[in-house]
């Protein structure tokens, strides 16, 4: 029996992802400092395959944006297309099955959440488990990374390895990702200012303002990488005072580096005001979403004032000691 014959008779795998944010540490982690993320598990991309209809190849359906094709119509510089081809040649099989894709998404696009690495994530699970080609955390992140450099430029690599993960990381280029262990536990709500915020345009923005005044931007970079070394010791030891108040100055230093807007900061303003221990813009800034970390109690009058001031989804996460490794 070939071995197309036999995927043939198998074909068939779900997989899913979540959403994620950046605590602190974002745009310098592009340049070796490190950042902390977790995963947001309400929001989620989902993958299915199942056995062609048609006989016609492998077909992607995308069904959020209303957009079906064929693996083979689309250029290699498609993301989907990339990472099943990644798949196919890592698990040693050719690209001619038969077989339909169908991805579903409720994390918001464009917005810091990780979006694009969860569809990728998902569509790698699916086909993995379909062609019973078990693949660990490390390669899917390694086979998303190849389709968040279509998607984003430069990436760090930190929203593929949360996202394939599942684990709050502490993240540095290049080295193995670093599950990582809170002390306490943590609320985190997540305000989505409703201005989709490509992060390839401001990780491009800031290259070209790094290779401008590479001096001021280093030094922006350093005093992120030490807040966020000190955020790691907050975090494992339950302390969210400390850990705000760290959040703020990040957000300060995003707002520095010129990737904050009137939205990020109208919101992060609001949730100051209202109670929160700190609050910044996540992900790649300029709209995209702010979070707020808060007590318990105020979590329900922080929740009201972003939404007051003009948030136009809110979500919420937590993490606990359970989260450890
Ligand atoms: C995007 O979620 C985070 C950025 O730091 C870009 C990256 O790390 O690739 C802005």
Aim: glycine share 10%; hydrophobic share 45%.
């Amino acid at each position: 029996m070939t071995k197309s014959n036999s995927i043939s008779k198998r074909v068939y795998g779900r997989g899913s992802a979540p959403g994620k944010i950046i605590l602190l540490g974002e745009h310098a982690v592009v340049y070796g400092r490190p950042a902390i993320a977790v995963p947001v598990s309400d929001v989620r991309a989902h993958a299915t395959v199942q056995p062609g209809r048609h006989g016609t190849g492998i077909v992607i359906h995308a069904l959020d944006i209303g957009r079906h094709y064929l693996l083979d119509a689309v250029p290699p510089t498609d993301p989907i297309a990339c990472v099943i081809r990644e798949v196919l040649a890592h698990c040693g099989l050719p690209s001619h099955l038969d077989i339909d894709i169908t991805i579903t998404s409720d994390i918001p696009i464009a917005s810091g959440m990780g979006s694009g690495a969860a569809v990728a994530t998902a569509v790698v699970r699916a086909l993995a488990t379909a062609l019973a080609c078990p693949l660990d955390d490390a390669m899917v992140s390694e086979i998303v990374y190849k389709s968040e450099t279509l998607l984003h430029g430069t990436p760090s690599g930190i929203d593929n390895t949360v996202v394939a993960y599942e684990r709050p990381i502490w993240f540095v280029r290049g080295r193995p990702p670093a599950p990582f262990s809170v002390g306490g536990t943590f609320h985190l709500l997540i305000a989505d200012t409703g201005v989709p915020s490509p992060t390839r345009t401001t990780v491009g923005d800031v290259r070209m303002a790094w290779e401008r005044d590479t001096e001021r931007y280093e030094a922006l970079f350093d005093a992120i990488g030490e807040l966020v070394q000190a955020a790691r010791s907050a975090l494992q030891q339950g302390d969210a005072l400390h850990l705000g108040t760290l959040m703020q100055r990040n957000h300060t230093l995003l707002r520095e580096m010129g990737v904050s807007a009137e939205a990020n900061d109208r919101l992060v303003e609001a949730a100051l005001e209202a109670g929160a221990y700190g609050a910044k813009l996540s992900g790649g800034g300029r709209g995209g979403n702010v979070i707020a970390l808060v007590a318990e109690e105020q979590r329900a009058p922080v929740a009201h004032a972003l939404e007051a001031a003009g948030a136009v989804r809110l979500l919420s996460t937590t993490l606990t000691p359970e989260d450890a490794p």
